[in-house]
């Protein structure tokens, strides 16, 4: 049990379009996602803490505007990637708690962009 | 903010060596957690610590927090094959759910 999933897996797209991930928690309800985004041989840096019905939480540096969060329901998250720019290209990957006392993540299998 | 620091991030082994790897927090934690991430694979959870001086073992792999809750210990008993992948962890702190991940550490293993 405890799986997630991402579509697109990978995506290549054009300078100033926009781009829908989304995270699907396909065996259970999840009270909070998470959208991570990981450069090449580097950590998991959190973007924004998602839960179902209310207003992401984004860290510090992370544009809201640019990368919005809607968390429809308690299996599924989307972000788009707004405007695009070849900064952007990099992958993102979801996590997923099942409830509010288990502080174990589920992780989706990521999704590259690549923005030409 | 809170930094979390995994040195070396990369590290070699032979086969059959035993393996062991840090992680440091600038902060004390509520909880730490481990996860291995496969090459163009996506992390996977292995282990939660929470309390102080807590160890917990799976198999060839042990897990330790230590006594100020501010940093943990992975050790890897008899390296195989099947352990090359990227060990992060994953530290929590206060009362939400967020994770501050570490770079991670990159384990080769030479058979």
């Known amino acids: 049990g405890a799986v997630v999933s991402q579509h697109p897996s990978w995506v290549i797209c054009k300078s100033g379009t926009s781009v829908k991930i989304e995270c699907r928690s396909l065996d259970f309800q999840a009270t909070t996602m998470f959208w991570y985004r990981q450069f090449p041989k580097q950590s998991l840096m959190l973007m924004a803490t998602?839960?179902?019905?209310?207003?992401?939480?984004?860290e510090q540096g992370v544009e809201k505007d640019k990368f919005l969060i809607n968390h429809a329901s308690l299996t599924l998250s989307t972000l788009t990637v707004t405007s695009a720019h070849p900064e952007d290209s990099s992958f993102y990957i979801c996590?997923?708690?099942?409830?509010?006392?288990?502080?174990?993540?589920?992780f989706g299998p990521g999704t590259r962009l690549t923005v030409l | 903010g809170q930094q979390v620091m995994q040195i070396p991030q990369y590290q070699h082994v032979q086969e059959g060596e035993d393996f062991t790897t840090y992680c440091n927090s600038s902060?004390?934690?509520?909880?730490i957690q481990w996860y291995k991430q496969r090459p163009g694979g996506h992390p996977v959870f292995l282990i939660q610590?929470?309390?102080?001086?807590e160890v917990k073992k799976q198999k060839r792999l042990t897990f330790q927090f230590g006594e100020a809750k501010k940093n943990s210990s992975l050790h890897i008993t008899a390296t195989q094959t099947t352990d090359v992948g990227t060990y992060f962890c994953?530290?929590?702190?206060?009362?939400?759910?967020?994770?501050?991940f570490g770079k991670g550490i990159t384990l080769s293993v030479r058979p």
């Open positions: 996590s997923a708690k099942r409830n509010r006392d288990d502080n174990e993540q589920f």
């Open positions: 610590l929470v309390k102080s001086g």
């Open positions: 902060t004390t934690l509520s909880n």
């Open positions: 994953g530290c929590g702190s206060g009362a939400n759910s967020k994770l501050t």
């Open positions: 998602s839960n179902e019905g209310s207003k992401a939480t984004y």
